[in-house]
């Protein structure tokens, strides 16, 4: 089966009468097949100039696409560095803090501590203070109880006893026990 070339010709060719054997002189050697490239007519400088326009477009835009894409990128990176700089910030702030009120509640326990041992010291010395006093007051009655005792021993020969109605007149008062009032404080 042969093919002529004026079954292969475009059908503009054809009516215009143009189409001559030396026009299309590449068709020879290419199969002649249905929607082989080589049986096309080739395009003229109009549509050459519209294809490489439109794929300079093309590239425009993928270069377009491709920088804003970069940009995303790129903010999101800048965000991810902010906010790690902040949060290493806001950590660095929070042990200093932590630091600092360990250290106001170390000071406070120790004036705590140190008001509590000068209450213990002044309570203990107000104890051993009133212990002395009533010890010096027993001593006191004490004494007066022994001279008392020793102007009733003298020799009977010196005196001659008297009723206790007497004594209590000469000597000014009533010899009874010694009273003693004990306070206990607890600390």
């Not at 991810?80 to 000071?107: D, E, F, G, P, S």
């Not at 005792?149 to 007497?166: E, M």
């Given at each position: 089966?042969a ?6 010709l475009?059908?503009s060719a054809k009516t215009?009468g ?5 026009g299309y002189e590449?068709l ?5 097949t249905m ?12 549509d050459?100039e519209?294809e490489r ?10 270069q377009i696409?491709r920088m804003?894409a ?6 999101w990176w ?13 950590l660095?702030?929070?042990m ?5 009120k360990t250290?106001?509640?170390?000071k ?14 002044q309570e203990?010395?107000a104890?051993?203070?009133?212990s002395?006093v009533r010890?010096?007051?027993c001593?006191?009655r ?5 001279n008392?005792?020793c102007?009733l021993?003298a020799p009977?020969?010196?005196?001659t006893f ?5 004594s209590?007149?000469?000597?000014g008062?009533?010899?009874n026990?010694?009273e003693?009032?004990?306070?206990i404080l607890?600390?």
């Amino acid at each position: 089966m042969a093919i002529s070339s004026s079954t292969i010709l475009p059908a503009s060719a054809k009516t215009n009468g143009a189409a001559t054997r030396e026009g299309y002189e590449h068709l020879n050697h290419c199969p002649k097949t249905m929607g082989s490239k080589c049986c096309k007519p080739e395009p003229d400088n109009d549509d050459l100039e519209k294809e490489r326009k439109r794929k300079l477009l093309l590239a425009k835009q993928r270069q377009i696409t491709r920088m804003k894409a970069a940009g995303k990128i790129q903010a999101w990176w800048r965000g991810t560095l902010v906010r790690r700089t902040l949060l290493a910030a806001a950590l660095r702030a929070w042990m200093i803090q932590y630091w600092w009120k360990t250290v106001l509640w170390r000071k406070l326990n120790m004036r705590r501590q140190l008001s509590l041992k000068i209450y213990i010291i002044q309570e203990q010395a107000a104890v051993k203070l009133q212990s002395w006093v009533r010890m010096w007051q027993c001593h006191q009655r004490y004494c007066q109880v022994c001279n008392a005792v020793c102007i009733l021993q003298a020799p009977k020969s010196c005196f001659t006893f008297q009723t206790s109605d007497v004594s209590q007149a000469q000597y000014g008062g009533a010899f009874n026990q010694p009273e003693f009032h004990i306070e206990i404080l607890s600390i």
